[in-house]
Nanobody, 124 residues
């Protein structure tokens, strides 16, 4: 059973940076399709970044150039480096994993495994 545990959320001022981590257990992360999603109060969950098993990366337009998804195979951990944060980035962030992606790397329908979430708050 795949288990995902996020960490690294917090409160920062606009323009600041945070790095989120997603520790994977029960499966080799490099053999999974991985993604980061976020959900703000009153809004639908949206895909932020995705990574395929070949290392290819995908980003939502709203975060391109600011966020970077990466993976450390030795630690079986995925990361989301978030730079130049904006107040509109405030949300609960979730990591997700799948053994195969059918609906696109930024669609929540593609992912079967989810972490519990970590809160990111960006103040202006």
């Amino acid at each position: 059973q795949v288990q995902l545990v996020e960490s690294g959320g917090g409160s920062v001022q606009a323009g600041g940076s945070l790095r989120l981590s997603c520790a994977v257990s029960g499966y080799t992360a490099s053999n999974l399709y991985m993604g980061w999603f976020r959900q703000a109060p009153g809004k639908e969950r949206e895909g932020v970044a995705g990574m395929n098993t070949g290392g290819g990366t995908y980003y939502a337009d709203s975060v391109k150039g600011r966020f970077t998804i990466s993976q450390d195979n030795a630690k079986n951990t995925m990361y989301l480096q978030m730079n130049t944060l904006k107040p509109e980035d405030t949300a609960m962030y979730y990591c997700a994993a799948a053994r195969w992606v059918w609906y696109g790397y930024l669609s929540s329908k593609s992912y079967s495994y989810w972490g519990q979430g970590t809160q990111v708050t960006v103040s202006s």
